[in-house]
């Protein structure tokens, strides 16, 4: 075989992945050569409805022209200064982001990740530099089920053993409390607490919403033991949830903000965290940085994933067909669904623990078009794109109702 092969089956495309490249992931076996909106196609031609929207990233829907047409301009004039020089997009994109947040400062990275390293690392030297931790005494408090990324760590303090298991030693000064538990928080708080990082609502853990009044309790300790409250709004945030940011569902305002995903619609890896001056303040030149980050095609690319977020008023869609899908997800008489938790667009379907695991269902889903991926065994996760309309989620509705009432 020689290795200018061109694979166009979906056939050859999976065992070319097999064969050479590293097998960390699990994927349904549908191989995507083509998509538009709600929709992909595989090798073959045929066509599936995306519920999962790339964990959030693809809430503007799949290759959106306009954000496209951004990526493709910006590409021809310049791809990548490094933050060595200035580029002629970057301002923009600081401009545009915080005046759309309420937030004076932002700092760009690629990865989710990568931003949420950033704020780790904006917290504790907030702690040394602002509030007067002692030297490398600065805690952060962080959740069970929590998802923030790979790297080692963020790994470190996962509560999910597969994560952690023979990537250790890792980085001390995180302090794992069971999520939606305040007294457990109250219980924690010391002086070296630099800060408590959380998701508004835990996707990976299953769309876990805590209890309403949670962030705001958060908010009220963190508030008065002079630690910093921070936001992971990667998947949550940029309409996801039907507010632009999940936070918003509380009223409460964070003091840094992470948000990654949807920030590019999908088409380049772009992240940041959002602070206001006091946090910000902290990183002087040499502090931080990334080759990519901030470059002039993802400053590009994210102004535009922006203004379709607010002129599609992908928000208030989320919010309005959210609650559509859900009340009539209700309606399904299913002798395997255990419980059923939504905000906006985002909704779990929890199985019953002998209803056999959630990946036959999103294997029977995807037999009749529908692509669902499943999270923590149990649950069937639902995130299309944003700009779904509701004639494309009754068609949804009716293969859910097939499948949900299978034996
Ligand atoms: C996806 C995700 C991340 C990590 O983002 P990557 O781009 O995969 O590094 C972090 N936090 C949350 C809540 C996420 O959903």
């Keep these: 075989m020689s290795p200018t092969l061109v694979a166009n089956t979906s056939k050859d495309c999976i065992e070319l992945e097999e064969r050479y490249g ?7 076996d549908v191989v995507v050569s083509r998509a538009e909106g709600v929709w992909v196609w595989d090798a073959e031609g045929n066509r599936y409805m995306d519920f999962l929207a790339a964990y959030s990233a693809v809430n503007q829907g799949h ?3 306009r954000i496209l047409a951004a990526l493709v301009d910006q590409a021809k004039k310049v791809a990548l200064t490094s933050r060595a020089f200035r580029n002629d997009q ?7 982001l915080s005046s759309l947040s309420g937030f004076d400062k932002v700092l760009p990275m690629n990865t989710g990740a990568e931003a949420v390293e950033t704020a780790i690392k904006a917290a504790r030297k907030w702690a040394y530099k602002v509030k007067g931790v002692a030297k490398d005494q600065a805690k952060i408090l962080v959740f069970t089920n929590n998802f923030h990324g790979r790297t080692t760590t963020i790994v470190g303090f996962s509560s999910e053993e597969q994560y952690r298991d023979g990537f250790g030693p890792f ?8 999520y ?4 457990a928080v109250e219980a924690a708080m010391d002086d070296n607490v630099a800060a ?15 209890q309403h009044g949670y962030l705001k309790r958060l908010r009220e300790i963190t508030e008065q033991h002079n630690a910093l409250l921070i936001i992971d709004e990667i998947q949550s945030g940029l309409g996801r949830t039907g507010k632009l940011f999940a936070y918003q569902h509380e009223d409460v305002r964070p003091d840094i903000v992470i948000i990654g995903k949807a920030l590019s619609g999908g088409f380049y890896p772009v992240s940041a965290i959002l602070a206001d001056d006091e946090v910000m303040g902290v990183f002087h030149p040499g502090d931080h940085g990334s080759t990519y980050g901030g470059n002039p095609i993802a400053a590009a690319v994210a102004r535009a994933a922006l203004d379709v977020i607010i002129d599609e008023k992908l928000v208030e869609r989320s919010a309005e067909l959210g609650a559509y899908f859900l009340d009539e997800l209700r309606k ?9 938790r939504g905000r906006g667009l985002w909704i779990g379907i929890e199985l019953k623990p002998e209803a056999g695991g959630a990946r036959r ?17 149990h649950v069937i996760r639902i995130a299309p794109p944003l700009t779904i309309d509701r004639e494309q989620i009754d068609w949804a509705l009716e293969r859910l109702a097939a499948v949900l009432q299978m034996r």
């Design 332 to 340: 399904i008489p299913s002798p395997h669904v255990h419980e059923l």
């Design 63 to 65: 290759c959106h022209p």
């Design 361 to 377: 269902f999103c294997e029977a889903l995807m037999a009749k078009g529908m692509l669902c991926k499943e999270t923590h065994d």
């Design 171 to 178: 980085t001390p000064g995180f302090v794992l409390l069971p």
């Design 196 to 210: 408590i990082l959380v998701e508004p609502i835990q996707g990976e853990g299953g769309i876990l919403i805590p």
């Design 90 to 96: 970057l301002g923009r994109f600081y401009e545009q």
């Design 180 to 183: 939606d538990d305040i007294a």
């Design 22 to 28: 590293a097998h960390n992931y699990h994927p349904l």
